[in-house]
């Protein structure tokens, strides 16, 4: 078994020394691990965009450990886990605060769990407020070093893990989607928490929210919107997505992350919306 | 042919996991390959700022791939490639917007150049809009495991690639320069598209454009301008800089990039700009 | 020996080439050293901030060279130097302006110093405005290939190096703390030049300030501060910082980085300051 990939996630930001401190202490307990930095730009504190983060990039991560460090709630009674996933294909280390929850449930829950109580395998440390450099990453490199993540400390029931909140999105009698807007990515594009397949067929989406009220054609790239039109498509992760032409979506529209929205069908131009369906598609819903 | 290095660069950001998803395709393909992070803080879309920087950097890179992915006309008609240069020795993959142009030029053009139509090379990807993670980063991979670039797809004419636009300072019969404002770098140092050479000998340079009037003496380095004054010196890419002391110029002379400047001798003070001229020295206009 | 790591901090930025060129430039000379990014996300010129990050990085770096540079002197008269700790356990590479100083003041002081001007392991470099690039990138990379620092120039005193300039915390005769704010980090928690020692069973500390007086708790953990309240406690570095809730202590008291504070025992609340000593403190004032 080898996990010779930490893939690391955290709200640590890059100005200051904190994501090099917690790698120094990774690669003094696994010299050879190899560490991919999935981001370290999730928002401060912000433990639901980290865990749509890790659910966006699930798919295409390494088999190995993910260090996950979004973490409010350090020094608090939240425990500090481990988690299973595919019978020993992968762990997850952090704090037990729905951070892995969207990911996890992507692929299928995960297969055991345990409460990280076993401080041998911790930095002694300063203070009780940096678990991520004496806590996480430490037991991450060990994990990656072959030491099995029951020595790590108490097994627990994953049923009993923290769940993570993700807002789903509803269809009313009259076919109108009450939706919400997961992400606004560094190109402004508007990512709703909304399964293509839920508007396939429809030749364009009316929009309408707070002041808002817009049609959106339904476009397979950005490249077919139009100047001055929104388009609808489904984005790199397989959910539902509204673009404009290299331009923001959200600023055109002022739309923020977690502003609720509703969808209903529209006779107006444009084609169908085509739904890729399949093993490789994301849904963080489900 | 060892191609043991993949050179990135991309408007991605850090604040997502764009990079590290690319990253994590790239390294399930070629476990072994390193990967150098040129940069990912390119404005979104810029292709002319990522096609500077490439260029500035071209004379550092490790011989290997460069990943370039500065892609607004994704899933549009634009042209996924990859460019051969030095016989062999690197390639370049990404849009052929003109990103790789300003790069290319600096070593006598590329040698060869394939269409990316062989899409046995590529992700399934979900959508058409991340041509980054599904395309060009499988693709880099696969040349940097060995895979020739022949098999990447159809050959096409390097003199059929989009050229770069890149600014050309023009000298008038008075002598005086029209030049433009290349880039502004992080301290605030103003580039121009001029070569020294172009000002050798000149004491100090009058330098005019909208609202402005100032005289910049000739200096070797940022250490020799006077607090107050504006020194004119050869950057660390070979082009002629404009700088302030420990400040911004950019702020000082209220420039920004893409501005029109106009540079003319003058005999206020300073000592002739020295010029170094050799191999080393990089100049995208050329 | 093998300094088979270098920790790399700088000034430079994400936003262009600067920090990817660098790395090139060492892997060009020894390939299979380890780069651990310290951060390039200190302010421009900001010595001080640069040589504090490092104090705190210092005990969990990586044997090996560190690369330092924030280097607003570059080209003047100020020394470009290598730096020995721990006879020959860690070299530092950068320019002597005080920027090691408070991390070699942490391990008792450099045991040898060398001024780099043997240019025979410098590139040739394009002007004189890029040494990061030009001598201390190749030098770290010489150092980490085994060329011993000796062959790098001539050696120096290491008591004539530049000395860091960090304020010490003063207690007068009533037993007031003249304290000044060192760090403000990402989160907004305020770290000040205080050894929690100093503190030790004050149940909590008055804070006064320009515009300010608070009183502050003394809490083990930032999960341990009732909203509303300020909270002191030994932060991942050993030194006393103020935070609240889950929110910018920073911003609550409206204090700056450099501001002085007076602090004094106060009887309101909490319980005694608690504190860690032992071999892994960090306190860069010492």
Redesign the interface.
């Known amino acids: 078994m080898a996990l010779d990939?930490i893939?690391f996630?955290s709200d640590?930001?890059?100005?200051?020394?904190s994501?090099?401190?917690t790698?120094?202490?990774i690669?003094?307990i696994n010299?050879r691990v190899?560490i991919?930095?999935?981001?370290?730009?999730i928002d401060?504190?912000d433990v639901r965009a980290a865990g749509l983060?890790?659910a966006?990039?699930a798919q295409?991560?390494?088999p190995g450990v993910v260090l996950g460090v979004v973490d409010?709630?350090?020094?608090?009674?939240r425990k500090a886990v481990c988690l299973e996933v595919g019978d020993g294909q992968s762990f997850l280390v952090g704090p037990d605060n729905g951070l892995f929850a969207p990911a996890i449930a992507m692929v299928g829950g995960a297969t055991a769990a345990w409460i990280l109580d076993n401080d041998e395998f911790h930095l002694?440390?300063?203070?009780?407020?940096?678990d991520g450099?004496?806590v996480f990453a430490p037991v991450a490199a060990h994990l990656s070093n072959g030491v099995p993540a029951s020595a790590m400390g108490t097994p627990i029931d994953p049923a009993l893990l923290m769940p993570g909140i993700l807002p789903v999105a509803q269809t009313d009698d009259a076919g109108a989607i009450a939706a919400e807007v997961l992400w606004i990515?560094?190109?402004g594009n508007v990512q709703l928490n909304v399964d293509p397949s839920a508007v396939a067929g429809w030749p364009a989406v009316r929009i309408e929210g707070d002041q808002l009220s817009r049609a959106a054609l339904a476009v397979?790239?950005?490249?077919?919107i139009t100047t001055g039109s929104i388009g609808a498509?489904?984005?790199?992760?397989?959910l539902l997505?509204l673009a404009v032409d290299?331009g923001s979506a959200a600023e055109e529209m002022g739309v923020h992350e977690g502003d609720q929205l509703t969808l209903t069908a529209t006779e107006v131009g444009g084609r169908p919306i085509a739904v890729?369906l399949g093993p490789?598609?994301?849904n963080p819903q489900r």
Not at 12 to 17: Q, T, W
Not at 124 to 130: A, E, L, Q, V
């Open positions: 990939t893939s996630i640590f930001g890059l100005s200051d020394e994501v090099g401190v790698k120094s202490v690669w003094a010299p190899r991919v930095d999935i981001t370290h730009g401060a504190h983060a890790l966006r990039s295409h991560l390494l409010p709630g350090v020094g608090s009674t002694p440390g300063i203070g009780s407020t940096f450099r004496d990515d560094r190109f397979d790239t950005y490249a077919d498509l489904v984005d790199a992760t397989g997505s290299r890729t490789t598609q994301v």
